[in-house]
């Protein structure tokens, strides 16, 4: 099973990025696919997440309205379309899949590598 992110890079404060988590290796129908980053020196925060089957999203207060996570089943995808970026949204993000709770890392059994968001002022 693989999750494997990317799309990060070095944008302008206000800039877009879309972050994309292709899997494989197994079916996650019954999952939802979530989104989390870290900052350095900071715990690892809940982004936004999204049912794989029914496509129903939650998003952090500090995203809302500015990121849209959305997959796509065919292509075994989600996104992560982030725009409005700000300087404090520099962290490397990462793609789970899990089952339970959508903020709370543990519920997440499986994640992709990371890739990092750097946005400047």
């Known amino acids: 099973v693989q999750l494997q992110a990317s799309g990060g890079g070095l944008v302008q404060a206000g800039g877009s990025l879309r972050l994309s988590c292709a899997t494989s290796?197994?079916?996650?129908?019954?999952?939802?696919m979530g989104w989390f980053r870290q900052a350095p020196g900071k715990e690892r925060e809940f982004v936004a997440a999204?049912?794989?089957?029914?496509?129903?999203?939650v998003y952090a207060d500090s995203v809302k309205g500015r990121f849209t996570i959305f997959r796509d089943t065919a292509k075994n995808t989600a996104y992560l379309q982030m725009n409005s970026l700000k300087p404090e949204d520099t962290a490397v993000y990462y793609c789970?899949?899990?089952?339970?709770?959508?903020?709370?890392?543990?519920?997440?059994?499986?994640w992709g590598q990371g890739t990092l968001v750097t946005v400047s002022s």
């Open positions: 999204i049912s794989w089957r029914g496509g129903s999203a």
């Open positions: 290796g197994r079916t996650f129908s019954s999952y939802f």
């Open positions: 789970a899949a899990g089952s339970g709770t959508y903020g709370n890392p543990k519920s997440y059994g499986y």
